[in-house]
């Protein structure tokens, strides 16, 4: 048998042509447009590198040879393949006839450090005041949705604020495809599994989460929810399973929640509309909304409360905690912007206070200014 060293050596020499970019820290995406076109992503911008596959049966013959190494398979029939190098980066291609000019692989680098809070502070994506927020709304198990686009950072403020979990509980992450780098001393880590070429043998993120409520965890993280899971997620949220996370697709935070709405529809479990809307309400406490901006950097944009659903005016209620002003672009085309605290208090206080812990001064500093001087901090739109 082969050993799984040499197994992984000659899958890489399949893929020699970016080969240096998978071994360039700078470098997290590679896209490969057929084997003449090649684009990676540094510090969220795009550019065109020289280096191309010497032909179409090269480019197919590396996938199919990591289809092989990820044991799942490619043809005709099934042309999408999503799989991960031996790093953990994560690869979804799609080949002939789908594409009918492809392959088409995109390559989602897998970085073994951690990304932390701090580093988000130096990057600028979030302040020292937001992130000490964030602290206390994790720490005081409030059940937290990380939301963006494609590329945003959401796997990476997942990881990033997982490192305030007490290390004292145990943590149960649930993913399709392994992403999540909890720096926790219990933590448990599940994958979904599709089926095989029989149709057989898939486990979905719906089974583990299921399975995972009988498991005894502290909280529960989802790596990405986007379908029927949603409405086993939110109704662990309302019945006593604190501290849940997971991240999603969405533009803003109030499209989070009707996008959380479309995949709770998904499930094959019928729930009256209004029962949905208002446990939606109920269960998920706040969203972090993170953007990649137009200069590439990648920023929280909004921290915002979900108070609850109102049925007379059938909307959610939602405040926003903290907002990015922007201020235009600099000399260097960068996006000049601060995320700020509004002056608005969440409604969540007293349970941050149950956990013993507190927002900084001074969020609550300018939210006492906001009373004394009568200003009106009005609840947010979630940027709209």
């Not at 997620?233 to 604190?242: C, D, E, R």
């Not at 969405?250 to 989070?256: E, H, K, L, N």
């Amino acid at each position: 048998m082969i050993s799984k060293e040499v197994f992984e050596e000659t899958l890489l020499q399949f893929f020699a042509p970016i080969r240096p970019y998978l071994d360039d820290p700078s470098v997290s995406e590679i896209m490969i447009n057929g084997p003449d076109q090649i684009y990676v992503e540094r510090r969220g911008q795009l550019e065109l590198v020289p280096t191309t596959f010497s032909s179409r049966e090269a480019l197919t013959a590396a996938l199919r040879n990591l289809s092989q190494y990820v044991g799942k398979y490619v043809s005709e029939e099934r042309p999408i393949l999503e799989g991960r190098f031996p790093d953990g980066s994560r690869v979804e291609a799609i080949l002939p006839p789908a594409a009918p000019e492809g392959p088409y692989v995109a390559i989602r680098r897998f970085f073994k450090e951690t990304l932390t809070v701090q580093r988000l502070v130096g990057f600028d994506s979030l302040t020292p005041v937001a992130a000490a927020s964030l602290e206390a709304f994790v720490v005081a198990k409030t059940n937290v949705l990380i939301a963006g686009g494609t590329g945003s950072g959401k796997t990476s403020m997942l990881n990033a604020l997982s490192g305030f979990i007490p290390e004292s509980e145990r943590v149960v992450v649930i993913e399709d495809s392994r992403e999540v780098q909890f720096q926790r001393p219990h933590v448990v880590q599940l994958e979904a599994r599709p089926p095989d070429q029989k149709g057989k043998g898939a486990v979905s993120i719906r089974d583990l989460f299921r399975a995972t409520l009988r498991m005894r965890p502290d909280r529960v993280i989802v790596g990405e929810i986007r379908g029927g899971e949603a409405l086993d997620i939110v109704q662990a949220m309302t019945s006593g399973h604190g501290g849940c996370m997971g991240t999603l697709h969405a533009t803003y935070p109030r499209d989070t929640l009707t996008r959380l709405e479309t995949m709770c529809m998904m499930s094959d479990i019928e729930m009256p509309l209004a029962a949905m809307r208002a446990q939606i309400g109920s269960g998920v406490n706040m969203i972090v909304q993170v953007s990649r901006l137009q200069d590439g950097s990648r920023k929280v944009t909004h921290i915002t409360e979900v108070r609850n659903f109102d049925l007379v005016s059938q909307k959610y209620e939602i405040q926003d905690i903290f907002v990015r002003e922007y201020h235009g672009v600099d000399a260097d085309n960068r996006v000049i912007s601060q995320l700020v605290p509004t002056g608005i208090l969440p409604d969540c206080l007293p349970q941050l206070h149950e956990h013993g812990v507190a927002l900084p001064d001074e969020v609550m500093e300018l939210a006492n200014e906001r009373a004394r001087t009568g200003a009106h901090a009005h609840a947010g739109e979630g940027g709209r």
